[in-house]
């Protein structure tokens, strides 16, 4: 449990959703944390005056802002697919990878010849940069075992990277992510396995339960039945939903209330006021449309529908080898049209609130104490700059664990 005093913030993003405008800006701002958590966040002038001794980070006049939260990550896994990736550059499509054996069953092929030391050191080394870059919170799917022990495998190397290292990783359930080549002829038996001793083996290590429902991976029918025995076990639902196709999936969302729809590509305006209604976040995933050429989601379209707008890298070996969130926040703005304020909200609290983290992803009087100061005077610099790093201090927990910033007395 930390305390610390963070002092000379130029300007601090708050999200505090009783201060004025979306982001709820302090200027020349300090925050008090103690025992891991923001007890109080405002102007320095108005600093309590009985403040006892503690550590201290001096922004200088820097901007801070709330810990990212990647609400979509694929960050354990094995091996990488960059041979696939120049083939997709010279213009073969996944559908065709896929059916070749690429895609998803090859990251399948490695990940189960891996063992539990090759898969955690290489997922941790992905997790270090995503947290130097200034994500404290990351999701993390399951869904490149495809077998009951490899499944398994997977989820525990997210509880060995979550108390090895000072980033919240949240964990989820994804056997649903294709269906697996030795079960291409008999698919119905592999959806059963899921929806039995797959889910009954992993609900314990899990928090959510993800299905790709699309037209290359799990119909409408099949998702409803893998998430309706999943929330059986105590698992909330996300889908993969309408990101090749419109296959359903954002429909299925709001039917069943998922936490969030994610991609959502081909989702409809009826869709997407259905899960505005349902309370489903939308999560969207810019790096894959950028790295897939594909065309981007009306991100604008998604805001303006009443959803809570999430940003996740979808970090994974085939369609987005994407770590960092800031690029993330960038792509959103030049290419779906969020303004700055909007994505890193989006990037911030829309990610905790699609996750269920409800004190992530702002810096008021009560929340996890987890923000990174920028080197810069304004977050507007994070899409501004979009190729430099301002990650210049990363705190979790009121514990400074990345960047030059110097706590002492």
Wanted: hydrophobic share 45%; proline share 4%; net charge negative.
């Amino acid at each position: 449990m930390a305390d610390l005093l963070v002092r000379r913030i130029g300007r601090l993003v708050s999200n505090d959703a009783d201060r004025e405008g979306l982001l709820g800006l302090i200027e020349d701002a300090a925050i008090v944390v103690n025992d891991s958590v923001v007890s109080w966040a405002g102007s320095e002038a108005d600093l309590p005056n009985d403040l006892p001794d503690m550590p201290e980070l001096d922004c200088e006049g820097r901007a801070v802002v709330p810990g990212f939260v990647d609400a979509h990550t694929h960050l354990v896994f094995a091996g990488d697919r960059s041979i696939e990736f120049g083939l997709r550059m010279e213009g073969a499509s996944y559908e065709e990878l896929l059916a070749a054996g690429g895609g998803i069953r090859a990251t399948v092929r490695m990940t189960r010849a891996a063992t539990d030391d090759e898969l955690f050191d290489q997922s941790r080394r992905r997790a270090e940069r995503m947290l130097a870059a200034g994500t404290t919170t990351a999701e993390v799917k399951s869904g490149y075992g495809l077998d009951l022990a490899t499944e398994v495998r997977m989820l525990e190397t997210v509880q060995r990277l979550d108390a090895a290292l000072p980033i919240d990783l949240v964990p989820t359930f994804l056997g649903a992510h294709v269906v697996p080549a030795e079960y291409a002829d008999d698919r119905s038996s592999y959806v059963a396995l899921v929806a039995g001793d797959m889910l009954d083996a992993c609900a314990p290590l899990a928090r959510f339960c993800d299905v790709f429902s699309d037209d290359v991976a799990f119909t409408v029918e099949e998702t409803r039945t893998i998430l309706t025995a999943a929330a059986e076990r105590g698992l909330a639902a996300r889908i993969h939903a309408d990101q090749l196709s419109r296959s359903g999936g954002a429909a299925l969302a709001a039917e069943l209330g998922a936490a969030s729809a994610d991609h959502l590509d081909h989702a409809t305006n009826t869709d997407l006021g259905a899960l505005a209604a349902a309370g489903t976040s939308a999560v969207l995933l810019p790096a894959v449309s950028l790295t897939m050429r594909l065309p981007y989601p009306e991100g604008r379209t998604v805001w303006d529908a009443g959803l809570i707008v999430a940003l996740g890298t979808d970090c994974n070996p085939g369609s987005a080898y994407v770590e960092t969130m800031p690029f993330v926040i960038a792509l959103a703005v030049f290419e779906m049209g969020l303004t700055p304020d909007e994505a890193l909200w989006a990037a911030t609290r829309g990610s905790a609130l699609s996750l269920n983290e409800s004190e992530k992803g702002r810096l008021t009087a009560g929340s996890e104490a987890d923000l990174v100061a920028l080197d810069a005077d304004s977050h507007v610099h994070i899409p501004y700059r979009p190729d430099t790093d301002l990650a210049w201090t990363v705190v979790k927990g009121g514990n400074i664990v990345s960047g030059p910033g110097s706590a002492g007395p």
